[in-house]
């Protein structure tokens, strides 16, 4: 098994992530977040919410509708645009991005922005075989779009065709106004979004790297015109200082600038974060500076002004907008990965999660030595835990079992109650990484945690 397999396996196997609609065989690339999976995800938001929002004087949040009307996909290029290159191979039928089968033949060749002939191109020249069978007899490309389309309406008739957003920026920019007024903000702010978004890629997959439902985190930050690179560069810093703070290895980040002749239509720099997933670097989380594009398409198409008057100038303009866009799976992928650990200690391998306390989703682990002896003293200390710490109990098997099993989830400190609790007030402070253990009075043990996990 490699490192990947081992990782996906570990995820599965503690609770983290399950198949989608597994009793029924699975549907293909959808995932469910078991219990310590849903508390990771949680975490991680919650981080992300604290750094970008919470801690910023000029960041609000907003939660936009899912469902948009249809216009704002035709207004934002969607419709149009929103699509990925597909292409067949005529021998074994299996589907592929036909920009991904450039990628994957390491030509040192970025199809990234190409058209589908310039594409086409490059494939027949390079004889690219499939992935799959090895021959090289491809369709021509068709472009696919990626949104999910669904009927909003109780008849067929009356039904209207709508959308599943794809990202959810565009309902940020369609309550730009909104939130400018009821909020008294002056640009430059931003406006800060969690929320599902829906993508029907044609080559998911690498667990939940690559799926058709998934969580972002997005902010368009909101400022005026000439100053964008300036701001561009902020959340660069950002974004680097977020991820490293979260326990990620610097050398496993890096930027990925795009070239002036490579970006899309509506920006004028972009970069991605990427990654080094257990495959390579891959994107994590992409940075664009959207200039008013996004606006002046709403305006055009609702009709509704969606300018901004500076307050001490009298000028009037459209702000220019730039966009940090975070995809939550990949993060938690990215974090898993950083932080699984197989040790080995003699004949034996610890499973070892060395996440973060701050991501931890258990930080405490409260076991009585001996159930009939120190059960009562423990499930108390139990109880005064829950609300300050995430905290969990376990009062089943050979202590050192249970020791290994919050090893391997994650929990960075187990307490042990013992005779020595029972007739001096200690516990036994035991720690995740390097297995040292400490002898705590009780009525410091508050104290003590808060300063270990700080
Ligand atoms: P990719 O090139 O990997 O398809 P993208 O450039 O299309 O990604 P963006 O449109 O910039 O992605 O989306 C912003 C972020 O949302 C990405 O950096 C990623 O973290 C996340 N994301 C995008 N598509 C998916 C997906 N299908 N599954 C999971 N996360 C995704």
């Known amino acids: 098994m490699n490192r990947f397999e081992a990782l996906v396996n570990y995820a599965k196997t503690y609770g983290f992530v399950y198949q989608g609609s597994e009793i029924y065989g699975g549907l293909s690339n959808t995932w469910d977040f078991g ?81 589908n002939e310039a594409i086409e191109k490059i ?46 920026a565009q309902g940020i920019f369609l309550n730009f106004k909104n939130v400018q007024r009821t909020s008294r903000l002056k640009v430059p702010f931003g406006i800060a979004q969690i929320g599902k978004s829906f993508r029907n ?41 977020f991820l490293e703070g979260l326990g990620i290895t610097k050398d496993h980040l890096k930027f990925h600038d795009h070239p002036a002749e490579k970006l ?12 080094l997933f257990p495959w390579g670097f891959d994107e994590l989380w992409g940075l664009a500076s959207r200039t008013d594009f996004d606006l002046k398409q709403h305006q055009t198409y609702s009709g509704e002004t969606l300018d901004y008057i500076d307050p001490l100038t009298n000028e009037r303009y459209i702000p220019y907008v730039v966009e940090p866009s975070l995809g939550v799976e990949r993060l938690f992928l990215a974090l898993l990965n950083e932080a699984y650990e197989e040790e080995v200690i003699g004949e034996e391998t610890r499973t070892l999660l060395k996440i973060s306390p701050k991501l931890a989703p258990y930080q405490v682990a409260v076991f009585p030595l001996i159930k009939k002896r120190h059960q009562d003293l423990s499930d108390q200390l139990f109880a005064s835990l ?17 020791y290994r099993r919050q090893d391997a989830i994650g929990t960075p400190v187990c307490i042990t109650i ?22 705590v009075p009780i009525n410091e043990l508050v104290k003590t945690l808060h300063e270990r996990f700080k």
């Open 35 to 115: 219990p310590l999976g849903v508390t990771l995800k949680k975490l991680i938001k919650d981080a992300w919410w604290f750094e970008f929002v919470e801690k910023d004087p000029q960041m609000v949040g907003l939660d936009s509708a899912i469902l948009m009307h249809p216009k704002v996909w035709e207004a934002s290029g969607h419709v149009g645009g929103f699509s990925d290159p597909l292409i067949d191979c005529k021998s074994c039928k299996t589907r592929h991005r036909a920009d991904h089968l450039i990628a994957q033949a390491n030509l040192g060749l970025d199809a990234d922005g190409l058209s």
């Open 123 to 168: 494939i027949k020249d390079h004889a690219i075989k499939c992935p799959k069978c090895g021959k090289s007899d491809f369709t021509s490309i068709r472009s696919f779009n990626l949104m999910f389309k669904t009927a909003l309406g109780v008849t067929e008739e009356s039904a209207q065709d709508i959308y599943l957003r794809p990202e959810t």
């Open 418 to 439: 013992d005779d020595e609790s029972l007739d001096h007030q200690t516990v036994t402070l035991r720690d995740r990484d390097t297995m040292e253990q400490v002898s």
């Open 264 to 275: 899309s239509h509506y920006s004028n720099m972009t970069t991605d974060v990427e990654y």
């Open 386 to 402: 829950l609300g300050t710490f995430r905290v969990t109990k376990d009062d089943a098997g050979a202590i050192g079992r249970r």
């Open 201 to 241: 890629e044609i080559t998911p997959g690498n667990f939940i790297f690559r799926t058709r439902e998934f969580e972002q985190c997005e902010i368009e930050f909101f400022c005026a015109p000439g100053t964008e690179k300036e701001w561009f560069n902020t959340y660069k810093a950002k974004m680097a200082a």
